[in-house]
């Protein structure tokens, strides 16, 4: 259970993906052991980032005992975000598992500590700016992690719980962040989805799907009602024609990380929202600059929209099998590159490796 609630924040698509397509199991800085029908040698290898980069990575973030990480080099104090965001790229490479039960309670309680009595988290510096729409955004990647740890957030959201017992209150808040007022702090689409997913993510993390179950029924029939047929994401007319379709790569993913959970499959819309995941692929095998989120958003659009396994429909599966391969080249090259990882990324955040970094990408040492 609590692990398939972490998968709202951080899907595992590409493993499974790249295993069929043949394009991560090398052993070597770029090559592979043996050839599969129609597929390569040559395929990128992420040893170097896993044995030497990140180890380096991780003790430039540390500033005391585990569980102890700092958002940026230059700050002096641990953060909320420091510590969520090793937590979840360990668990991408497999590494969280290493954890004794005792460590992994104590980096639990170090997450807790940024807890107050509302449920919301404390952030402090850069993190306040540089991860989204807060303090949505923190809910549930605290929650998160917290699911990776195997446990739950400290206290229970008090605001959420609140909305989710006024049915009242249902529909001008989430009508509102999907209109995205001007008042509300949001300034597109894609961060307003923060909070439109935060909530109903939140509450079950905290309660499971039946406490709270008449609002998350209402929800996901809202949230239906809105999605756009053309791109199968949250995107407003007004938004697209403000930001470009663009925008709704992020909310639509943000959106269906929640039905993912819930096992809500297929989803509507599902070759609309496949079609728009690969469209919005770079020419460079990205969907977005390398520090960036919307590249796991691409992955997860474009691979799941059938299934909460794996897109292989005959007729769609040679592109997201490109699509995905091409992914893993650009971005295991950036990975094992030491002077973007240990220089540009330490300065930026911890929030900045995570984002174009999973699991899948590791090569079996």
């Known amino acids: 259970m609590q692990r398939a609630i972490a998968s709202m924040a951080v899907l595992l698509v590409l493993l499974a993906v790249l295993s069929a397509a043949g394009a991560v199991r090398g052993v070597g800085a770029t090559g592979g052991q043996g050839a599969e029908a129609g597929v390569g040698t040559n395929r990128p ?7 030497e980069l990140l180890p380096q ?16 080099v230059s700050e002096k104090e641990p953060h909320f975000y420091g510590i969520t965001d090793v937590v979840h790229l360990l668990h991408f490479v ?8 005792e460590q992994r309670a104590h980096v639990a309680d170090q997450i807790q500590g940024f807890q107050n009595s509302t449920g919301f988290y404390r952030l402090a510096g ?48 989430f009508d509102a962040l999907y209109n995205v007022d001007p008042g509300l702090g949001c300034g597109s689409i894609h961060d307003c989805a923060h909070k439109i997913v935060a909530i109903p993510a939140v509450l079950t993390a905290e309660s499971g799907l039946t406490v709270y179950g ?38 639509g993913a943000a959106a269906h990380f929640m039905l993912n959970f819930e096992n809500r499959y297929p989803w509507p819309y ?22 960036s989120w919307l590249n796991v958003d691409g992955v997860f659009l474009a691979t799941r929209s ?10 769609h599966w040679p592109a997201v099998r490109k699509a995905c391969t091409t992914f893993v080249a650009a971005a295991a090259a950036l990975l094992n590159n030491a002077t973007l990882v240990l220089g540009e990324l330490s300065l930026i955040s911890t929030h900045s490796l995570p984002g174009w970094f999973r699991q899948p990408l590791v090569s079996p040492l």
């Open 270 to 291: 599902p070759n609309a929202t496949r079609s728009f995941a690969l469209s919005q692929q770079l020419a460079s095998g990205l969907w977005s600059p390398p520090t």
């Open 57 to 72: 990575w991780l003790a430039q973030h540390a500033i005391g005992p585990l569980g102890q990480y700092r958002f940026a």
């Open 214 to 251: 008449d609002f998350l029924t209402w929800w996901n029939n809202w949230l239906f009602a809105k999605l756009d047929p053309v791109t199968g994401a949250l995107c407003p007319a007004a938004q697209k024609a403000l930001h470009g379709e663009g925008v709704c790569l992020g909310s």
């Open 94 to 101: 497999n590494q969280l598992q290493n954890w004794t039960a």
């Open 126 to 173: 850069l993190e306040t700016t540089s991860c989204g729409y807060q303090p949505w955004h923190a809910s549930a990647y605290g929650a998160s992690a917290l699911a990776l740890l195997d446990t739950r957030p400290r206290y229970n959201n008090t605001l959420y719980a609140a909305l989710a017992r006024n049915s009242s209150t249902w529909a001008p808040t």
């Open 45 to 51: 290898s992420l040893i170097r980032f896993e044995q």
């Open 306 to 315: 059938n299934s909460s396994y794996l897109d292989q429909d005959a007729a």
